[in-house]
């Protein structure tokens, strides 16, 4: 060994590798020059993002051998503290990482395309409820199945700065073209599925099923409206990665559990952590 590393000794390392990851990319798009464009949207700091990175341009790469460009797009409300190379020898791999606060909101809410629109809510804005408008104005020109759509992901964005009250004020003031207490404001969760349970287990209830009506529509209705919330939660913030840990939400029986896992997975840093706390 000595002639192939230079050194006397060495520690022999397990090169078993087992894990099998399943990669799903945010983005992956190919351009006119023939190139790739790969980007992931992270909503938190996370420092194994220059691996994440390398990991993906490696799969990408050995299947389609393309150039790629690669970038992280940071919408998290917290400043960004991401390493994007890696530099050691015989390797120097570099990524972009761009903060969407950089980009001017302006920008994207003259954009055709709706995805845009609601991406302006994460810029940085001296008008936050103008910013609103101008996106809830940009989504009320779709169809209306489009249209309830693109107003939940927006709720789901707002979390993220803390806007969630603002975008339900703005919306309650349009035109009555979306039930938002079926749609919007059912994201929620909790709140939208205790009052579904309660309209569809206790108000539609027929007189004699009153009590089991009760019981068992306001937990279904908590239940289903917290498993919305949850799988959004999850594809937002951890992608294809977040969503194959729905089948184990869906085993889960009690909704102090589900509120639990629904507040972590804001915190969590990793995929992990959440497979750990459904375990």
Request: proline residues 3%; hydrophobic residues 40%.
């Amino acid at each position: 060994m000595k002639i192939l590393t230079g050194f006397e000794t060495a520690k022999f390392l397990d090169v078993q590798f087992p894990e099998i990851k399943y990669r799903q990319p945010d983005l992956l798009i190919e351009l006119p020059d023939d190139s790739l464009f790969h980007m992931e949207m992270q909503a938190q700091n996370d420092n194994d993002m220059d691996c994440r990175e390398l990991d993906y341009f490696c799969v990408i790469y050995c299947k389609l051998r393309k150039p790629i460009h690669q970038l992280v797009l940071y919408v998290g409300d917290g400043k960004l503290n991401m390493c994007n190379e890696i530099k050691v020898s015989g390797l120097h791999f570099k990524y972009q990482i761009i903060d969407i606060r950089d980009i001017d909101c302006k920008e994207l809410l003259e954009s055709d395309d709706p995805g845009d629109n609601i991406l302006a809510i994460l810029c940085k804005t001296k008008d936050a409820d103008g910013t609103i408008r101008g996106i809830l104005a940009k989504l009320y020109e779709l169809p209306l199945k489009d249209r309830i759509d693109y107003v939940l992901k927006l709720l789901t964005l707002s979390r993220l700065r803390s806007l969630t009250e603002a975008v339900k004020r703005e919306v309650k003031k349009m035109p009555v073209t979306i039930d938002i207490t079926k749609d919007v404001l059912y994201l929620d969760g909790l709140e939208e599925g205790l009052l579904k349970g309660k309209r569809e287990g206790l108000f539609e209830g027929k007189r004699e099923g009153l009590f089991e009506g009760k019981r068992e529509g306001l937990f279904e209705g908590k239940r289903e409206g917290l498993f919305e919330g949850i799988e959004l939660g999850l594809e937002l913030k951890f992608g294809i990665a977040g969503l194959e840990l729905m089948n184990m939400v869906k085993a889960v029986n009690t909704v102090d559990k589900l509120e639990e896992f629904k507040n972590l997975i804001k915190k969590a840093s990793s995929v992990d952590e959440l497979k750990e706390f459904l375990r």
